[in-house]
């Protein structure tokens, strides 16, 4: 049974098209992967299929009483309520079902008999209702969900105008969860969970009875919750039954056929071209001539296969600096209240460091204390000499209207045109990502421009918070190749051990550190 169909979707942004009569077709049950390079299309479909988007051509259509739970990278949180105030909003239709039901007993003292029968009937149904949806246990069940999720760890009594855009995520995909919806609707999920979240989340989501559409390019996540994939490539979207790696093998099976088949017809057409240049202006062949000329003008002619742009992340290098680039003497990190023991630390020259734990911990706010770029609760922190850093921050929010091209003028404003243009270009971007606004960029085109202005300096630390996050796979293979030939230091803050074990030499883990309860 299908609850949802596209058909013969097409959409653009000015010039740029973006899906060309695209069709897609949900069945109950199915667990669906979107996947595709950063700037493809996958976030424009889902807002085409939530309908916050209207598509240029072709229709959506949602089978009846379908319940759609979405969670985007930009839903919000009214400000001065608690995480729990927003998680028992998850459940305001049972309240509302509840409180029409303590109505209908109210009104029962004044009702005629049969009118008590019907309100009667009608309360049980209401009653029934509750009873399955667990109505009577909500509490226990946020404080279920909240804890495999990690909110119990910040505390459900927090104001969410204290949280960070991390565990804001969090606040929404818990109460998304929470909902229970018919079908859930996930854009990067895994993004701001640590590993023991993304592994509750994981069997979350295999356990799950309903449909999913999920987009993500953690590749060993979707690998281990989705049996559909759907690849968003060249404004195109074809299916493919399996998990990634299922998908992965097709797909280069597919690429290699098309392009001996493309091959095999440039031959034709360049025999068939050959023939009729010899033989068209001799009198005796020339029926011939026109015979293959006819053959050529029917053929269907194959598009060139289109090669991704693959981004090219090289760091330079600058000077080398002290032994000891960061020293930490009884450092203690926080905002309002400490959130560690007094540390002692040294970040040696050379040295590439993973920061891993669970989140809330403080290990973003552990790399702006050591730049110092926040000051600290206790303790201080001390840099070597000739230290050259580039810093890469996991929360980016940009409200003006500079484009790629102005975020990297602003940075080097001696640069020509052709040179910013000719640097953006090296990490995957088109001339449409380039004149494109910031905060119209999907987060992985934006996260290339960040790295963009960080690459083009000369250093020897890397700071870099989460720099995975919204990355394609592409992009996140290079990201891994430029980090490990890059001969400075390296203090990496990641929720992915896949991506830094290949080139990290020391792991810390701030769970070791914290005062709070683990």
């Given at each position: 049974?299908?609850?949802?169909?596209?058909?013969?979707?097409?959409?653009?942004?000015?010039?740029?098209?973006?899906?060309?009569?695209?069709?897609?077709?949900?069945?109950?049950?199915?667990?669906?992967?979107?996947?595709?390079?950063?700037?493809?299309?996958?976030?424009?479909?889902?807002?085409?299929?939530?309908?916050?988007?209207?598509?240029?051509?072709?229709?959506?259509?949602?089978?009846?009483?379908?319940?759609?739970?979405?969670?985007?990278?930009?839903?919000?949180?009214?400000?001065?309520?608690?995480?729990?105030?927003?998680?028992?909003?998850?459940?305001?239709?049972?309240?509302?079902?509840?409180?029409?039901?303590?109505?209908?007993?109210?009104?029962?003292?004044?009702?005629?008999?049969?009118?008590?029968?019907?309100?009667?009937?009608?309360?049980?149904?209401?009653?029934?209702?509750l009873d399955n949806s667990g109505f009577y246990?909500?509490?226990?069940?946020?404080?279920?969900?909240?804890?495999?999720?990690?909110?119990?760890?910040?505390?459900?009594?927090?104001?969410?105008?204290?949280?960070?855009?991390?565990?804001?995520?969090?606040?929404?995909?818990?109460?998304?969860?929470?909902?229970?919806?018919?079908?859930?609707?996930?854009d990067e999920p895994t993004n701001y969970l640590?590993?023991?979240h993304i592994e509750w989340l994981k069997r979350?989501?295999?356990?799950?009875?309903?449909?999913?559409?999920?987009?993500?390019?953690?590749?060993?996540?979707?690998?281990?919750?989705?049996?559909?994939?759907?690849?968003?490539?060249?404004?195109?979207?074809?299916?493919?039954?399996?998990?990634?790696?299922?998908?992965?093998?097709?797909?280069?099976?597919?690429?290699?056929?098309?392009?001996?088949?493309?091959?095999?017809?440039?031959?034709?057409?360049?025999?068939?071209?050959?023939?009729?240049?010899?033989?068209?202006?001799?009198?005796?062949?020339?029926?011939?001539?026109?015979?293959?000329?006819?053959?050529?003008?029917?053929?269907?002619?194959?598009?060139?296969?289109?090669?991704?742009?693959?981004?090219?992340?090289?760091?330079?290098?600058?000077?080398?600096?002290?032994?000891?680039?960061?020293?930490?003497?009884?450092?203690?990190?926080?905002?309002?209240?400490?959130?560690?023991?007094?540390?002692?630390?040294?970040?040696?020259?050379?040295?590439?460091?993973?920061?891993?734990?669970?989140?809330?911990?403080?290990?973003?706010?552990?790399?702006?204390?050591?730049?110092?770029?926040?000051?600290?609760?206790?303790?201080?922190?001390?840099?070597?000499?000739?230290?050259?850093?580039?810093?890469?921050?996991?929360?980016?929010?940009?409200?003006?209207?500079?484009?790629?091209?102005?975020?990297?003028?602003?940075?080097?404003?001696?640069?020509?045109?052709?040179?910013?243009?000719?640097?953006?270009?090296?990490?995957?971007?088109?001339?449409?990502?380039?004149?494109?606004?910031?905060?119209?960029?999907?987060?992985?085109?934006?996260?290339?421009?960040?790295?963009?202005?960080?690459?083009?300096?000369?250093?020897?630390?890397?700071?870099?918070?989460?720099?995975?996050?919204?990355?394609?796979?592409?992009?996140?293979?290079?990201?891994?190749?430029?980090?490990?030939?890059?001969?400075?230091?390296?203090?990496?803050?990641?929720?992915?051990?896949?991506?830094?074990?290949?080139?990290?030499?020391?792991?810390?883990?701030?769970?070791?550190?914290?005062?709070?309860?683990?």
């Open positions: 049974m299908s609850v949802l169909n596209v058909k013969n979707v097409t959409h653009g942004f000015g010039s740029r098209a973006i899906l060309e009569n695209v069709s897609f077709r949900l069945l109950k049950g199915e667990h669906v992967a979107l996947i595709g390079a950063n700037g493809e299309g996958k976030s424009t479909f889902l807002n085409i299929i939530t309908g916050s988007l209207v598509p240029d051509e072709g229709n959506v259509e949602w089978s009846n009483r379908v319940v759609v739970g979405y969670l985007d990278q930009h839903s919000v949180l009214k400000a001065g309520t608690t995480i729990r105030d927003n998680l028992r909003l998850a459940f305001d239709g049972l309240f509302e079902m509840e409180k029409e039901m303590l109505g209908m007993y109210d009104k029962m003292g004044e009702a005629s008999e049969s009118e008590v029968n019907k309100l009667m009937e009608e309360a049980a149904e209401i009653q029934n209702i246990m909500l509490d226990s069940k946020i404080e279920e969900v909240a804890q495999g999720l990690g909110l119990s760890d910040i505390g459900l009594d927090k104001l969410v105008n204290e949280l960070s855009g991390g565990q804001r995520t969090k606040v929404l995909l818990t109460k998304l969860l929470l909902q229970n919806p018919t079908i859930l609707i996930l640590d590993e023991n979350y989501l295999q356990d799950y009875e309903n449909a999913f559409i999920l987009v993500s390019h953690d590749i060993p996540f979707v690998n281990a919750v989705c049996n559909i994939i759907y690849h968003v490539e060249n404004c195109e979207l074809t299916r493919y039954v399996g998990n990634y790696d299922n998908f992965l093998q097709l797909y280069e099976q597919k690429k290699v056929q098309e392009k001996k088949a493309y091959d095999r017809q440039q031959k034709e057409i360049d025999k068939l071209e050959d023939f009729i240049a010899r033989n068209k202006a001799r009198v005796a062949t020339t029926g011939m001539a026109k015979s293959r000329m006819k053959q050529l003008d029917k053929m269907d002619i194959l598009e060139r296969p289109k090669e991704k742009i693959k981004p090219i992340f090289n760091f330079k290098y600058s000077k080398s600096p002290s032994r000891f680039l960061i020293e930490a003497k009884d450092l203690v990190i926080g905002y309002d209240e400490p959130l560690t023991r007094p540390l002692n630390f040294k970040v040696e020259k050379g040295k590439k460091i993973a920061i891993c734990g669970v989140n809330g911990l403080g290990k973003s706010t552990l790399l702006k204390t050591m730049l110092g770029i926040i000051p600290p609760i206790s303790g201080k922190v001390e840099h070597g000499e000739n230290i050259d850093y580039g810093y890469f921050e996991q929360e980016y929010i940009d409200n003006t209207n500079n484009t790629a091209l102005d975020e990297m003028w602003k940075t080097y404003p001696s640069m020509t045109n052709h040179e910013v243009r000719s640097e953006l270009a090296k990490c995957g971007l088109t001339t449409e990502h380039i004149t494109s606004l910031m905060k119209v960029l999907s987060g992985g085109e934006n996260a290339k421009v960040r790295l963009c202005k960080i690459l083009h300096r000369e250093l020897n630390l890397l700071v870099l918070d989460e720099p995975t996050n919204h990355l394609d796979v592409m992009a996140k293979d290079e990201l891994c190749r430029a980090l490990k030939e890059f001969k400075g230091t390296i203090v990496l803050v990641s929720h992915e051990p896949m991506f830094y074990e290949q080139f990290i030499t020391d792991v810390w883990n701030v769970e070791d550190w914290t005062t709070k309860l683990v």
